[in-house]
């Protein structure tokens, strides 16, 4: 069961590629190298053991964010990747959110730019976050986050726990059920 009263969906399996369970890529990635199948999932999984290690966790569904890629709910909502076509030691990373209005939408693509800036497992020399224009005002978010890609402003400490302040619910790397102990 759910913190919400709901039953837990089946969740993809960590390891797998399912296509019609991630959005499509968005303009931030058009013209480059967009990863899928194997090379999604292992990158995935790296995403998801950062914004683990850094907290980045979606206040509503009680979860590290990676694991929305894989929570069959929101098929157009999570993370989709690629390598710039003009340096692929750039790797690009675009967020969907949920809905047009999500108001978590910024705190949570500042914290996974913070937690993939802050490790090196992905193997990238620089790493670039953006929301998809199907956010209401993705144009000022993503604003701020090519402000901070560049180090012209420094994204603000999130107020409580992880860096999106969402609530951290420990010990979900994005494979297992939401903690029940979990704030939100």
């Known amino acids: 069961m759910s913190f919400l009263g709901g039953s837990e969906p089946q969740f993809d399996p960590a390891d797998a590629f399912v296509p ?39 206040a509503t569904f009680g979860y590290n964010l990676a694991r929305l890629n894989r929570d069959p709910r929101h098929t157009d909502a999570g993370f989709r990747y690629a390598e710039d076509a ?23 693509a500042v914290g996974a730019f913070r937690a993939l800036d802050a490790v090196d497992t992905h193997g990238y020399d620089l790493v670039r976050v953006r929301v998809d224009a199907s956010l209401d005002g993705s144009d ?19 107020d409580g726990g992880g860096l999106a302040g969402g609530g951290v619910a420990s010990g979900d790397r994005g494979d297992s059920a939401s903690d029940p102990s979990a704030p939100f």
Do not use: S, W
């Open 20 to 58: 019609e369970h991630v959005p499509e890529p968005g303009a931030f990635l058009a013209g480059h190298d967009v990863l899928d199948g194997r090379d999604h999932v292992a990158l995935h999984r790296t995403v998801a053991d950062a914004f683990e290690e850094h907290g980045v966790y979606d």
């Open 140 to 158: 000022a978010v993503n604003e701020r986050l090519a402000k901070m890609e560049t180090g012209e402003i420094e994204p603000e400490p999130a």
């Open 86 to 108: 003009d340096d692929p030691t750039t790797l690009r990373a675009e967020f969907t959110p949920t809905t047009a209005f999500c108001p978590q939408a910024e705190p949570l």
